[in-house]
């Protein structure tokens, strides 16, 4: 770590950058300048209180980044954190305040106008399963930024991508993997390759290792390090683990509900902290002189963490600072040189610790004897962490261990992480059945193991054959589909006959066969089926998508609509539409309605799409707030290049999985206004219809009723049984697909 | 919760006003401006009566004009005459609700009991013999149209029966409750076995994938391992969670079904709002359907609203958007 501002001069930048760099290089690389950010919250059913309240995530905070320095970020969880470093990156618009990234203030600027800024700065996220999208390999994710800025042509791409997975210390032949084959640390550094592809000046990282394993996040911290040596990166480092800023940062900014109250070198602010709430951070970091430990009882803070909507008067540490007095309550206290004489640390305190001076009020073993105990203690928690310091440079070797670790982990990559190998331990030969399979392929698998599926769509194929053959069946019978047999189909009294050689399922109420108008009924079913879902699931995908993704107005407007079609009782009006259309064809505009299949598939297309709509709308509000659209964002991706690459292959398996359990609920709406008498007219041969003209013979002829109804139950449930199958092959309970 | 309900109600009257628009649309534009009178008159109206139409419903007026007037219509609750009954939409409408609200108020119970019982079953018990079992039947009403099943029930249940001497189910009609309560749920017990063994699947579905998913939540395990009896586990914590989608979907089909018991109406020859527009198709008698399309629809809005008081009231950190 220590200062490696002279090594900023990246072997990749041109040398116009060079200039560039040298021209303010004493500029600070990033100025936050009075930042605030607020999230408006919906009251929720909180009685009697109106008006809007916010969550003041961040609150009037200032703060500069110097070229190649790494500043580390702590404090509590909901302290701010997160929100501050992603509005320093501009992925939140501000409240007030500024952000001025490398002499350009950004914080008003249009998406548009950040794109190329997107380019220079770049975030590493906590989560490496939710930071990574699932759905797509892994030289396509730290292709991405190339993509999206179009900055290298499709074949130099790969190449790209090639060299910073190795740089990164990943396998360069896994290129084409999914996450998923990866473990969490392997992970973590796609996430990072994927940050560095256009060779940011900035990086946020918020919380890069606080998901591993410690020996995993050693790795990781030593890989970011060395990678800052060789690209002069800067870096925002945020964490809630003391010991790990320590190690890595050169100085500490502490955050207490959205302020920054205490800030200054490492040196300082770990080992002399002046403001109460850091000692009582610090003091909770364990220590390994037993010595030291004993003296360094844990300052135990009293009472919860404040909300953030409503945050106390005066010193917001107050209520639970053990040094607090009158004039804390009443007298918010600024960020300045409270006490000692280096000019760079700061801290927001009416009565800040002296030197060497613990919590508790009593006075440490002489100032001298504890730093010298905290230096040591540092270093030999450094070292626990990230092993020698001295040898941890070598980054290829001490990547390998990493890189070679098994491969055979794609199943369950967190347990195999906990093993790492020795470094220099040859690689594993490629375990072949891991390669490459996507989690499509896997659930197609899964699929194709279900019996029940595997017979559906057995029986589904053989419907649609049914339906296909139809002209062949009345031909090798020699019944025609609409012709009438009043002889020798139909009984001396006109009621329809029985099974028999002739008509092997019998006949219907006008003397007709009915195993060839049951074919012909096939046709009708299935295509309605399908047309009507198709019609559904288009429309209702593209809107969820848009009204999921582009939260707002689009939404609200949508979600109305969704709200009111679904409010709407749709049998009913579909009746309506239908019957006016047999009274007389509809007009709109160049568009005339008339009677037949098209009305039943437009009517039943028009009416369900909203619930297609509403589930893809709630998938994609989840999948909105990922780590990986995040990323993508934070790439400068396009909304719709977001969208199409990022939400929908996400949403895809939720759609698909509808497309199979709404076809069998389009063939049964088909039916029943058939069974109305408002859907396919007669003599066209229909199910629903076939079964509504039955019932006037339930007594006589069992076979008219019954056939028609097995037909329609069995595709149904043939349906039913495929969707849930795929469903479960898609999702399967306890390996979370999602992640 | 006034402002809850302030934007509840106030969807309410955005979905009506919509429903108008569509029906105007439907009905009053679709046409085309010279048959409109003529697709309301019904079967071989006299031109007297047609041209009584375009009168009455200001035919003659830009389409804004005919619609306020219709819109001021509805809301002096004027729902329109039947020329071809020569009868108040109105009179018509009153006599048909209370048959089609006879089949819900029977009918809902007895499919949320069904569902969420055997759903609540077969997540607590994955796997076992009852859940199979649940799960199959489920699957088997599930694609079942209401319409077949209907048919069936009538048959076995009713024609089988009573031809082999055991008459428990009458033959399909309707009996007001008024006239005799214990006639009214005897004719009503299938149709009401109908729509709730129908629903009841759907429901069963819903519950166990809604409770698998609440099981597996942490503060579930956390209560099992406090030592918390288990039917407490699995009633007030697991239950109570995942009453949620269950609550919103009731809320949906209650509705829904306002308008859309149209076909247990039919297969059952209950006399209700669904039957009523139905024959009114066949008799091509539009006054009516708009009738019942805007009280359906009124019916649907209302079951909403109730639903979500109810969820407001069960459950006091209703998410208020
Ligand atoms: N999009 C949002 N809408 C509303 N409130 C938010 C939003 N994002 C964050 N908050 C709130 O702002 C506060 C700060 O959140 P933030 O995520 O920045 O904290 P953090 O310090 O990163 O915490 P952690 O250590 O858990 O990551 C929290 O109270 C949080 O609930
Ligand atoms: S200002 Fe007062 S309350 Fe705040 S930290 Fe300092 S001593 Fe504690
Ligand atoms: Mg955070």
Known sequence: ?739 | MIRFLARRIALGVLVMWCVTLVVFLIFYVGPGAGDVARALAGREAPPSTVALIARNLLLDRPWYVQYGHFLSQLLHGNLGYDYYNSESVNTIIAQAFPVTFSLIIGAAPLWLAFGILSGVYSAVRPRSLGDRTFTGVALLFYSTPTFVLGVLLILVLYYELTVHGVSIFPAPGYVPFTQSPLQWARALILPWLALALVLAAAYTRLTRSSMLDVLGEDYVRTARAKGVPERRVIFRHALRAALNPIVTQAGIDIGVLFGGAVITEQVFDLPGLGWVAVHAIQEQDLPVIIGVVVVASAGVVAANLIVDILYAVLDPRVRLH
Request: proline content about 7%.
């Open chain 1, 1 to 739: 770590m220590g200062d490696s501002t002279d090594q900023v001069l990246s072997p990749r930048e041109g040398t116009a950058a060079v200039i560039d760099h040298q021209e303010r290089v004493d500029e600070p690389l990033l100025r936050l300048h009075d930042v605030v950010k607020h999230f408006p919250v919906r009251s929720g059913a909180r009685l009697g209180r109106h008006g809007r309240e916010v969550v003041r995530a961040v609150d009037h905070v200032s703060l500069d980044l110097q070229r190649g320095e790494t500043l580390g970020l702590v404090g509590e969880t909901g302290c701010g954190k997160s929100t501050l470093g992603r509005v320093a990156l501009r992925l939140l618009d501000l409240t007030s305040g500024s952000v001025n990234f490398d002499g350009t203030d950004l914080s008003r600027l249009s998406d548009r106008r950040l794109l190329p800024y997107r380019r220079q700065m770049q975030m590493i996220f906590q989560d490496p399963y939710g930071s990574l999208n699932g759905r797509r390999r892994v030289g396509s994710i730290i292709g991405d930024p190339f993509a999206i800025h179009g900055v290298e042509s499709r074949s130099a791409r790969r190449q790209s991508v090639q060299e910073l997975m190795e740089l990164v210390g990943l396998n360069p032949e896994h290129y084409n993997r999914f996450p998923a084959e990866f473990s969490g640390g392997q992970r973590q550094r796609i996430g990072v390759a994927r940050a560095l592809a256009l060779h940011p000046k900035l990086i946020v990282c918020d919380e890069p290792v606080s998901a591993l394993d410690v020996s995993i996040q050693a790795q990781i911290v030593n890989l970011l390090a060395g990678l800052q040596r060789e690209f002069g990166l800067t870096y925002l480092f945020i964490s809630h683990d003391l010991s790990v800023v320590r190690h890595l940062c050169d100085r500490i900014a502490v955050m207490y509900l959205g302020q920054i109250v205490e800030i200054g070198p490492v040196s300082e602010v770990a080992v002399n902290p002046r403001h109460p709430y850091t000692a009582a951070l610090l003091s909770a970091v364990p220590v390994p002189d037993p010595d030291a430990a004993a003296r360094a009882t844990p300052v135990v803070l009293t009472g919860d963490l404040p909300s953030p909507i409503d945050p106390p008067t005066g010193c917001r540490f107050h209520p639970r600072c053990p040094r607090a007095q009158d004039l804390c309550r009443v007298e918010a206290p600024a960020l300045q040189i409270r006490l000692g004489p280096d000019a760079a640390h700061l801290a927001a305190c009416h009565f800040p610790l002296a030197n060497g001076e613990r919590l508790d009020g009593a006075q440490g073993p002489s100032s001298d004897r504890a730093t010298a105990l905290l230096v040591e203690s540092l270093r030999q928690s450094a070292q626990a962490l990230v092993g020698d310091l001295d040898a941890a440079p070598q980054l290829p070797a001490d990547l390998a261990s990493e890189v070679l670790s098994p491969d055979g982990q794609g199943a369950e990559p967190p347990d195999a992480e906990s093993v790492v190998p020795l470094p220099g331990e040859p690689e594993p030969a490629p375990a072949r059945k891991v390669q490459m399979r996507s989690p499509w392929s896997l659930a197609f698998q899964r699929l194709r193991h279900d019996r029940a599926s595997i017979v559906s769509a057995g029986v589904i194929l053989s419907i649609v054959l049914f339906a296909i053959l139809a002209p062949v069946i009345a031909s090798l019978t020699g019944h025609g589909v609409l012709e009438q047999f009043p002889t020798i189909g139909l009984t001396p009294d006109g009621l329809p006959k029985g099974p028999s050689a002739t008509f092997l399922l019998g006949t219907d109420d006008l003397g007709r066969d009915l195993l060839v108008r049951l074919a012909y009924g096939a046709q009708i079913s299935l295509m309605v089926g399908v047309l009507a879902t198709a019609l559904t699931v288009f429309v209702g995908a593209i809107v969820g998508l848009i009204s999921g993704y582009f939260s707002g107005l689009v939404d609200t407007v949508f979600a109305r609509v969704m709200d009111v079609m679904l409010a709407i009782p749709f049998l009913l009006f579909a009746i309506s539409l239908a019957s006016v259309v047999s009274v007389t064809p509809l007009h709109f505009g160049p568009v005339t309605i008339g009677p037949g299949i098209s009305i039943v598939v437009i009517v039943i297309g028009i009416f369900s799409w909203a619930t297609v709509a509403r589930i893809v709308r709630g998938q994609v509000i989840a999948i909105r707030n990922r780590e990986f659209v995040e990323a993508a964002r934070a790439l400068g991706a396009r909304s719709w290049r977001i969208i199409l690459f990022d939400v929908l292959p996400n949403v895809m398996p939720t759609i698909i999985v509808y497309t199979t359990l709404l076809i069998p609920v389009s063939i049964v709406s088909e039916a029943a206004l058939s069974y109305l008498g408002v859907g396919v007219q007669p003599p066209t041969a229909d199910w629903g219809q076939m079964i509504a003209e039955a019932q006037g013979y339930y007594q006589q002829a069992w076979w008219f009723l019954t056939f028609p109804s097995a037909a329609l139950i069995l595709t149904t449930l043939a349906f039913n049984i495929l969707g849930d199958g795929i469903r479960d092959a898609i999702d399967p309970r306890g390996t979370d697909f999602r992640g």
